[in-house]
């Protein structure tokens, strides 16, 4: 296992990247026979939330029997992204890149891809095209809408008031996905069910998240659910009111002894392992992966003391449901405008829900 603390950054500034390029000009021959993952995290590894997800899968990677993995955290969405992945691949011989920030993609990781085409490039997000990007960059993305599904359902049958309280960064499709997801798991055991939204405008907002969470608490919400980048003020907020919550992202149940109920998390290991053992067999490896609970890329956090019985119960239905291919999306569904903006039955994958832009009627909030 190889792990570096130093800022690869810093190497490159004060020239030493360079004489290591001199030496070993390609990342694959140094690494020749084994994998070198390097990932790349735009935060902390310990933010109980989209970094940590990433974290704890590359920690599982790291048990695999000829794969090492380099980590940096804390690498913003600039230059110092390229600096980053090149002094991986150049110093410590990655021969598979990893970014696992939205805005890592273009037009730092599409030109890294150009620059070096022995090196896999692997972003998170579903932006890569065969048309337009190298052919060895590529996308992962997993649905975690399923396991906010699952959130909604056991939240539903956990809350006195039938009032959930939803914190959410910007309304982009995915966020709306994961707020719509919540209402329809809530409204599938409980039909008075409904979500109360407050966006914060940005994916880390400490102070507004806490001032969102606490108004939701005022407005009658007796469950707390989020999609934020860390929801660790959100949990602990909610959990300081004696109320109880739904996690986000990666498990935030030691924060919430009393409260917290169940968590819809990534399973990121399930891609990084596939990749690892396609690389190392000497496969191509697939250019765009995705998936959701049939095929191992989500889960739900195990059940907290907030889950009622009759939760759990439902809740695990709800899983093996969903392995199953049960549909969440069943029209007809009309936004909280009255529009119809759902007629008949959506597969859990169909584009059409990629680009989703609306709030269901039962969502007390507005995207404008």
Known sequence: MLKTDLSRRSLLKAGAAGLAAAALPAGLARAQGSVVIGAVYVGPRADFGWNQAHAVAMDIIKGVSGVSVIEEENVPETDAVAQTMESMINLDGANVILGTSFGYFDPFMVDLAAKYPDVQFRHAAPLWSADTHPANLGS??????????????????SSASGKIGFVAAKPIPSVLSNINSVLLGARSVNPNATVQLIFTGDW???VREAEAANALVDAGCDVITCHVDGPKVVIETAEGRGVKSCGHNASQAELAPSGFITGAEYKWET???????????GEPLPNVVVGGYHNDMVRNTPFGAGATPEAIAAAEAAIEALKAGKPIYVGPLSDNEGNLVIEGEKDNYDPELDGMNYLLEGVVGSIT
Request: charged share 5%; proline share 3%.
């Open 140 to 157: 992962y993305f997993c649905y975690l809408n399923q396991a906010h599904f699952v959130n909604g359902v056991a939240a539903g049958l």
């Open 271 to 281: 891609i990084y392992r596939l990749y690892a053992d396609a690389f190392a067999a």
């Open 204 to 206: 880390s907002m400490p």
